[in-house]
């Protein structure tokens, strides 16, 4: 993506995904995916479901066969080097793939030792997760709550001190607090040196990460840090607050210079086409405009674009050029 | 090794923390084994006979107590009249209608034969056959005792022109059964439901096993692991065949100590057959489990293969009554292998040597199956 945070290619990178192709029937699942992740670093795929992510998870465990293109996790390849990378990957699927009918002690002990290690054995790195649900360790897993087998089944993808770590949407259907105490972990194994790829299909997570990959329709739209992607946005950015929505989205979509309008939480974000005007004044315009329009409360500010919108943009773009 | 032995040991966990899927492998089959050894039989009991005496003579009264003193037919209804008998016969009131006709006694002493008609409601063929084959033999015995007692010479009852009661040829055919003289059904059956009930229980279970993993995602995560295919393959495998066998083993002891089966053969060679037989039976469970992508796909594969298996096992209809094509089809089905090899041990006690055929063919298709299914059951997909 030529953005000056990716680093060059070196034979380090403990993953290098090189025009991935992937087709089911008349699906192109992956289209010429290509990313690199550096080590110890904690790496986001970001785009909504049906994206491909969980595909691209597929063929880098070695479930699945890619087209074409190639991939090399830790140095090995992904159709080769199979056995090799299933003793050192870590991965957690997104569906929970437990068995709910053993303990919570019975699953980790078992995907200790088909590693060919034990609990005690992995236990320094799995503690800072595992001590919390220890508690519960005779519980059956079909019987913990959504963060207590998220927790479950992170400790089992990490029994076995796996060199890299794939979580596909680890956090999907689990509460607000869990995911935060989850994202808090994944940044101490991140610390402690391991390299994570996780996807979600929440743009606020991808904050956390130190860099993302936006997916859509099997193609990488853009990688790099959260905080550069929200600079890609190509248009001024502004919040728009005012209580009669519906009429400020006409409004707004009418406007002599409207680039897009989107709802955004509490407000609306509208961009402007007049890249080269100061910001300042094209909000004073556009306050002016909707009060003439009778919507005297509404409030027009500058803002700076995030990853949601960066995103919703290139989405817009993307699927225009796309063939669906 | 080590893993194969991880990979046991959590089979054996989940099964025995399953109180339904215990219930199908010990409690299911025993009582369906008790139930159907004493369904499962040919012989015919109290049959609804319609009787239309109209000699009304003391030799047409013994025809009829002959046949209703056997137990096999009870005199349900009687009258003069053929076509009150037919609308009996037609609205189901009556399973046979034995027709006396007039001057039976005379023509009997005077000819020295006299015919009766016996008509038997057909539409269950079996049981046709096996109320006219008691019927002559009936008739045919008090034929004897009257030519004894009453009337020396040979005379004989003898059939109506459309229903022969018993046979005018004086060749004497002597029957006998041997290596099960008394024909008991339960002894021939028996061994044969066993085989059934264990065959079902296990390739059923088996046929589960796989692509409940499959659903479950659990797979997915095993495929993430060093574990190779034949290991994974044989750690389904061990659990369930030991279980099986121990059903096997426990129908057996149901079998000759409540049923009064015989083991006349080696057990040894028994278990020894039940052993690879089951290896071949639950193999087709674990590949009909890795080709199917749910626990539905895998139930209604498994139940059409096992119905050909049933059907064509020899246990319903004898093997040697089929086409030839059917014939060479059921060399590939063990459980018809199976079954000979269970009867011909416990109720002739042939030994190894005897059933080098069976052996053999038990074997191949075990490996076969075995090998299907480990290349099936691949670790990714294309």
């Not at chain 2, 006709?101 to 096996?130: K, M, S, T, W, Y």
């Not at chain 2, 002894?187 to 264990?198: C, E, Q, T």
């Not at chain 2, 065949?241 to 057990?267: C, E, K, N, Q, T």
Request: charged share 20%; aromatic share 8%.
């Amino acid at each position: 993506m030529g953005s000056p945070s990716t680093a060059p290619s070196s034979v380090d990178s403990p993953l290098i995904v090189d025009g991935l192709g992937k087709r089911f029937g008349d699906v192109q699942a992956l289209d010429d995916v290509s990313i690199e992740v550096q080590p110890a670093e904690l790496f986001g795929l970001v785009g909504p479901d049906g994206g491909g992510k969980t595909t691209l998870f597929r063929i880098l465990t070695t479930l699945l066969i890619p087209d074409s293109g190639s991939a090399t996790v830790l140095g090995l390849d992904v159709v080769r080097d199979m056995w090799e990378i299933r003793a050192r990957v870590g991965y957690m699927p997104g569906q929970f793939s437990l068995y709910p009918d053993l303990s919570v002690e019975e699953n980790l002990g078992f995907f200790a030792s088909v590693f060919g290690t034990s609990i005690e054995e992995g236990r320094s790195i799995i503690a800072p997760i595992y001590e919390q649900i220890e508690p519960f360790r005779d519980r059956r897993a079909g019987a913990l709550s959504g963060g207590m087998k998220q927790k479950l089944a992170l400790s089992c993808a990490l029994v076995h001190r796996p060199d890299i770590l794939f979580l596909d949407e680890p956090t999907t259907g689990v509460d607000a607090v869990s995911r935060r105490e989850f994202w808090d972990l994944l940044h101490s194994l991140k610390e402690s040196g391991l390299t994570i790829v996780v996807s979600t299909p929440y743009m606020d997570e991808a904050d956390r990460c130190d860099r993302v990959a936006l997916m859509q329709h099997g193609r990488i739209l853009a990688t790099d840090r959260p905080a550069a992607i929200g600079a890609l946005f190509p248009h001024p950015l502004f919040g728009v607050r005012g209580h009669d929505r519906v009429a400020l989205i006409r409004t707004l979509r009418e406007a002599p210079h409207s680039a897009s309008v989107f709802p955004f939480g509490g407000e609306l974000h509208y961009s402007d086409t007049r890249t080269d005007m100061d910001p300042s004044q094209i909000a004073s315009e556009v306050r002016q405009l909707l009060h003439a329009k009778g919507m005297e409360d509404a409030e027009v500010r500058s803002i700076e674009p995030g990853i949601e919108d960066t995103f919703m943009s290139l989405m817009g773009t993307a699927s225009s050029t796309v063939p669906a | 090794m080590r893993t194969l032995r991880f990979l046991i040991h959590k089979e054996f966990l989940q099964i025995f923390r399953d109180r339904m899927l215990l219930g199908m492998l010990f409690i299911m089959p025993l009582a369906q084994l008790l139930l159907l050894a004493n369904a499962a039989t040919f012989e015919v009991r109290s049959a609804r006979m319609y009787v239309v005496d109209q000699d009304g003579s003391p030799a047409s009264r013994g025809v009829v107590d002959r046949l209703t003193a056997s137990g096999r037919f009870i005199n349900s209804a009687s009258s003069a009249s053929i076509a009150l008998a037919n609308e009996a016969m037609l609205g189901g009131a009556t399973d046979v209608i034995l027709v006396v006709p007039r001057h039976f006694e005379r023509d009997l002493v005077r000819d020295q034969h006299a015919p009766v008609q016996f008509i038997v409601n057909a539409e269950d063929g079996g049981a046709a056959g096996v109320m006219q084959s008691y019927a002559s033999r009936i008739l045919a015995g008090y034929a004897a005792e009257l030519s004894i007692k009453e009337l020396p010479g040979n005379m004989m009852i003898t059939g109506a022109p459309d229903v022969p009661v018993a046979g005018r040829a004086t060749i004497d055919v002597r029957r006998r059964g041997w290596y099960n003289p008394d024909l008991d059904y339960a002894d021939y059956m028996v061994p044969g439901i066993l085989v059934i009930v264990v065959t079902v229980v296990g390739t059923l279970l088996t046929a589960m096993n796989i692509v409940r993993e499959k659903e479950a995602g659990t797979l997915d995560q095993l495929n993430v692991t060093p574990i190779k295919r034949s290991t994974f393959i044989a750690a389904k495998l061990i659990p369930l065949w030991s279980l099986a066998l121990l059903d096997f083993a426990l129908g057996l002891l149901l079998a000759y100590f409540v049923l009064g089966v015989p083991i006349r053969g080696s057990l040894l060679v028994v278990f020894l057959g039940g052993a690879i037989y089951l290896v071949g039976a639950l193999g087709i469970g674990l590949w009909i489990s890795s080709i199917s992508e749910t626990q539905q796909q895998a139930m209604f594969v498994s139940f059409s293969i096992l119905m050909t298996y049933l059907l064509m096992s020899g246990l319903f209809t004898p093997l040697r009554a089929m086409p030839e094509w059917a014939q060479w089809l059921a060399e590939a089905n063990p459980l018809a292998h199976f079954t000979n090899l269970m009867r011909a041990v416990l109720l002739k006690g042939a030994g190894l040597r005897d059933l080098m055929h069976q052996f053999v063919m038990l074997t191949v298709i075990g490996l076969v199956v075995l090998t299907l299914a480990v290349r099936q059951y691949s670790k990714r997909t294309e």
